[in-house]
DNA sequence: ATTTGATATTGCAATATTACGATGATATAT
DNA sequence: ATATATCATCGTAATATTGCAATATCAAAT
């Protein structure tokens, strides 16, 4: 085994789920703030800042591009990207859905 | 390597990557929308309503039992737990803080 | 055209996760 | 006491993740 039994869950729970993983890590989490208190789009310093390695920051980076959170330009050096507002948006607001979703009346 | 180099990051940081550590596999959203929204603590059932094995459903819940969501008693046949409430606030506050975070003056 | 500065990709080793069968433990019912 | 029902633990196989060195790529400057 090692892999999820997906397909027997709701696209819902498979797509909170695949947002919490890319939150699942320090180092993401760490790059996610970084970018999201920037005046403008980040250039590099990513791996000074975090302290990882170039090529993992690198594969980090592609972890969160893939949930679609960043947005800008990733061609050769003219690279220059933030934070996807619209879709970070949206994923705060399946947490708080996810949150609010309780029944307070149990215990 | 293999194992994340957590040293390396804020306590703060560590400890939003380990909550979403846990929401990020579908059976324990699943699992956890389901205490959730019920009346009651929960007896068993899990397994029938999540379709994975009783062994890896147990895994699971202990995953979610580590970070303190889960409250009541958990010994033998008298066992009956549901969400502890004032947790689930903590965390949703967490994910709250996290994505409130943001400066909106960038692109 | 070559160098430079920066990110991406590849390949690999170490570790973690997911899943389940087999087994163990524990409480209740018979 | 024995059987039953239920959850926990152990052991193991398959797969995924993390991290980095080496290397490739790519755009701009020289």
């Not at 039994?5 to 790059?31: Q, Y």
């Not at 999201?36 to 969160?64: A, F, M, W």
Request: include cysteine; charged fraction near 20%; aromatic fraction near 8%.
């Amino acid at each position: 085994m090692g892999a999820s039994k997906t397909h027997i869950f709701s696209t819902t729970h498979n797509e909170l789920a695949k947002i919490a993983k890319v939150m699942a890590h320090p180092a993401r989490i760490a790059i996610l703030e970084y970018i999201s208190k920037q005046d403008n789009c980040i250039c590099n310093d990513l791996v000074d800042v975090i302290g990882l390695s170039q090529p993992t920051i690198s594969q980090h980076l592609n972890e969160i591009k893939k949930i679609g959170l960043l947005k800008g330009t990733f061609e050769g050096k003219n690279l220059c990207y933030c934070i996807n507002q619209e879709r970070w948006d949206e994923l705060q607001e399946s947490f708080h859905l996810f949150f609010s979703n309780i029944n307070r009346n149990c215990c």
